[in-house]
T-cell receptor, first 110, second 111 residues
Framework: SQTIHQWPATLVQPVGSPLSLECTVE??????LYWYRQAAGRGLQLLFY??????ISSEVPQNLSASRPQDRQFILSSKKLLLSDSGFYLC?????????FGSGTQLSVL | DQQVKQNSPSLSVQEGRISILNCDYT??????FLWYKKYPAEGPTFLIS?????DKNEDGRFTVFLNKSAKHLSLHIVPSQPGDSAVYFC??????????FGTGTRLKVLA
């Protein structure tokens, strides 16, 4: 099985500041990687997914971007955070049968 | 456009009784379905899955039922235990690597 490492666990950022969340994967090579967001009172919204290095699909037009510089590294970024970017961000890895999730980052934009 | 819906935001059940969590989907291309359990401030953990070629899959206390004609699936937990109290998400995929999750149902098992 895969292990998804995600940090930090919590983050408080001012509006307009940049963001970089990093996720790394152990236990597999060439994984599919995902960024999800859980906003307060809402479900898990798929933000980005990647089936390979530099192959990234964006699901929702927004203030965020993603990059995959290495096979097992997935980065979520923003140049200027908005209040609406607050939420619980989850990185996941997997294939056709299931996804494994990291422990998440609670982002509060103030 | 919410392709996967969990219309009950919360559910309370007595310990030892059956918990039934429901999920509806709109995309007929979905062919594989999963259930995840999530505790606060943690990532979801995989519970059970089902392929569209089956109508039932069982794993211990957890059983998932799939009704393709109704585009509906359900998760049964028998018997329910206090440790089952969590948010449950259903998810669906059509083999395109995209997993679409529902809005979640908060289950509370009362001791």
């Amino acid at each position: 099985s895969q292990t998804i490492h995600q940090w930090p666990a919590t983050l408080v950022q001012p509006v307009g500041s940049p963001l970089s969340l990093e996720c790394t994967v152990e236990g597999t090579s060439n994984p599919n990687l995902y960024w999800y967001r859980q906003a307060a009172g809402r479900g898990l919204q798929l933000l980005f997914y990647s089936i390979g290095i530099d192959q990234i699909s964006s699901e929702v037009p927004q203030n965020l971007s993603a990059s995959r510089p290495q096979d097992r590294q997935f980065i979520l970024s923003s140049k200027k955070l908005l209040l609406s970017d607050s939420g619980f961000y989850l990185c996941a890895g997997g294939g056709l049968e299931k996804l494994f999730f990291g422990s998440g980052t609670q982002l509060s934009v103030l | 456009d919410q392709q996967v819906k969990q219309n009950s935001p919360s559910l309370s059940v007595q310990e030892g009784r059956i918990s039934i969590l429901n999920c509806d989907y709109t995309n007929s291309m979905f062919d594989y379905f999963l259930w995840y359990k999530k505790y606060p401030a943690e990532g979801p953990t995989f519970l059970i899955s089902i392929s569209s070629i089956k109508d039932k899959n069982e794993d211990g206390r957890f059983t998932v039922f799939l009704n393709k004609s109704a585009k509906h699936l359900s998760l049964h937990i028998v018997p329910s235990q206090p440790g089952d109290s969590a948010v449950y998400f259903c998810a669906a995929t059509s083999g395109t690597y995209k997993y679409i999750f529902g809005t979640g149902t908060r289950l509370k098992v009362l001791a």
